[in-house]
T-cell receptor, first 108, second 115 residues
Framework: SQQGEEDPQALSIQEGENATMNCSYK?????LQWYRQNSGRGLVHLIL?????REKHSGRLRVTLDTSKKSSSLLITASRAADTASYFC????????FGKGNQVVVIP | DTGVSQNPRHKITKRGQNVTFRCDPI?????LYWYRQTLGQGPEFLTY????????KSRLLSDRFSAERPKGSFSTLEIQRTEQGDSAMYLC?????????????FGPGTRLTVL
């Protein structure tokens, strides 16, 4: 199956709530990246977590990595309508392998 | 705007025609990537360049597809004898190339529709 694979979800949440999405992979990684895609700004890099890191923060984003379970999660806190997008995890250094993505809709 | 640019943004063509897309990366980036994305899926890697050298190609890049980066700056992706299955968004990305962990900066994409 495809490497860097999210649990395909469609989340619909109220503004201000938190959103969590997960990603699993099958082989060892050097790092894992998360990207966001919406119609307005295209595909945008959010955060990169290295294999020797367990947690990383960037603003309202928190990414965790559990290499023993080969899984990662992305948490968006205090969501905003502008967070409405598809979120992808991707593994690889140059040849990125993306999952199918999580669709998140934040209702104002 | 100093981001990655792609032209055209939209292309409609008839089956069997050839099409060419252009990507202009961020100027100081020496790595350039092409991906293809279909509806409801994540991007799929096609190929990447380090300067003018094409270092890796996906099996998705059939003989009908060719990519070039002649001067190590802009790149072109050509599809010959297009098929309806080629309809997709074609994304270009670039990265600085320094070190092993490279954030990739994506362009807006070229949406291809093959009739």
């Amino acid at each position: 199956s495809q490497q860097g694979e999210e649990d395909p979800q469609a989340l619909s949440i109220q503004e201000g709530e938190n959103a969590t999405m997960n990603c699993s992979y099958k082989t060892s990684i050097n790092n894992l990246q998360w990207y966001r895609q919406n119609s307005g700004r295209g595909l945008v890099h959010l955060i990169l977590i290295r294999s020797n890191e367990r947690e990383k923060h960037s603003g309202r984003l928190r990414v965790t990595l559990d290499t023993s379970k080969k899984s990662s999660s992305l948490l968006i806190t205090a969501s905003r309508a502008a967070d409405t997008a598809s979120y992808f995890c991707a593994r690889g250094n140059n040849r990125l392998a993306f999952g199918k993505g999580n669709q998140v809709v934040v209702i104002p | 705007d100093t981001g990655v640019s792609q032209n055209p943004r939209h292309k409609i063509t008839k089956r069997g025609q050839n099409v060419t897309f252009r990507c202009d990366p961020i100027s100081e980036h020496n790595r350039l990537y092409w991906y293809r994305q279909t509806l409801g899926q994540g991007p799929e890697f096609l190929t990447y360049f380090q300067n003018e050298a094409q270092l890796e190609k996906s099996r998705l890049l059939s003989d009908r597809f060719s990519a070039e980066r002649p001067k190590g700056s802009f790149s072109t992706l050509e599809i010959q004898r297009t098929e309806q299955g080629d309809s997709a968004m074609y994304l270009c990305a670039s990265s600085p190339g320094a070190g092993h962990y490279n954030e990739q900066f994506f362009g807006p994409g070229t949406r291809l529709t093959v009739l």
